[in-house]
């Protein structure tokens, strides 16, 4: 991990196979990921890809909260997310997190590649999977 970005309970970085990671760290139930720090998620985003297309793995193993819908929106529909996003893995360990996904993954982006895994190995493994396919057919 290098060049860590932090925003609020959200830790975003870079890894050395080019997978973005988000590390969400949140324990209180009540917390809502609003509108304005996904705006602020998808600027950080882009500069961690500069331009080039990969894959995203949400770590969601220490979040207790859910997201607003103009949240869910500002990321399912980001011009820049849709040029970068080749796939999305997420780890989870709770049932509540497997439900908001398969909710988001339903309504707001049933398009884009993704796996769900409480394994950070499989879920590696399918972002460089997803990767090769991606340049393959691009």
């Known amino acids: 991990m290098c060049n860590i970005i932090s925003l609020g309970h959200v830790k975003l970085w870079k890894d050395t196979n080019d997978i973005v990671f988000f590390q969400f ?3 209180d139930s009540n917390q809502v990921l609003d509108q304005k720090t996904a705006k602020r998620i998808v600027k950080v985003i882009s500069k961690l890809c500069d331009g080039q297309p990969m894959p995203f793995v949400f770590d969601l193993r220490g979040f207790r909260g859910t997201f607003s819908t103009e949240a869910a929106s500002v990321i399912s529909k980001s ?54 396919m991606f340049y393959l057919n691009n």
């Not at 996003?85 to 982006?109: Q, V």
């Open 79 to 132: 011009r820049v997310l849709s040029k970068l996003r080749i796939s999305e893995t997420y780890i989870l360990n709770s049932i509540g997190a497997k439900l908001l996904i398969a909710s988001y993954k339903r309504i707001y982006d049933p398009v884009t590649p993704h796996f769900v895994s409480s394994d950070l190995e499989l879920a590696e493994k399918f972002c460089k999977d997803s990767k090769k």
């Open 25 to 27: 760290n949140n324990d």
